[in-house]
């Protein structure tokens, strides 16, 4: 089917940089990265960096100017580089895809485990 896997995560300090990776594969007829959510324990998935439509990214009040999103230039590889990291972007961060398997079906969403972020102070 589908697998995506998200990896880069890891322990670092407050103030440092880290680039998370997104790839996403499999048998389909076509396949879209939409971007990157966070979910922290306790609390509500979140978008945290997305593709928009016209060339256009999306990102939540939170990460904005810290956090970038982009491609490689194929739509299965995406990676966010988060810089000046906070204690408050701990976090499992977790990317989002959508596929079809023919041109006939809707687009259904696929996760995957997601990678851990955890910025010490």
């Known amino acids: 089917q589908v697998q995506v896997v998200e990896s880069g995560g890891g322990v670092v300090q407050a103030g440092s940089s880290r680039r998370l990776t997104c790839v996403a594969s499999?048998?389909?007829?076509?396949?879209?990265?939409i971007g990157w959510y966070r979910q922290a324990p306790g609390t509500q998935r979140e978008m945290v960096a997305t593709?928009?439509?016209?060339?256009?990214?999306n990102y939540a009040d939170s990460v904005k100017g810290r956090f970038t999103i982009s491609g490689d230039g194929a739509e299965n590889t995406v990676f966010l580089q988060m810089d000046r990291l906070q204690p408050e972007d701990t976090s499992v961060y977790y990317c989002?895809?959508?596929?079809?398997?023919?041109?006939?079906?809707?687009?259904?969403?696929?996760w995957g485990r997601g990678t851990q972020v955890a910025v010490a102070s």
């Open positions: 593709f928009g439509t016209g060339g256009r990214t």
């Open positions: 499999g048998r389909t007829f076509a396949m879209r990265v």
């Open positions: 989002k895809t959508q596929a079809k398997f023919d041109h006939r079906d809707p687009w259904y969403t696929f």
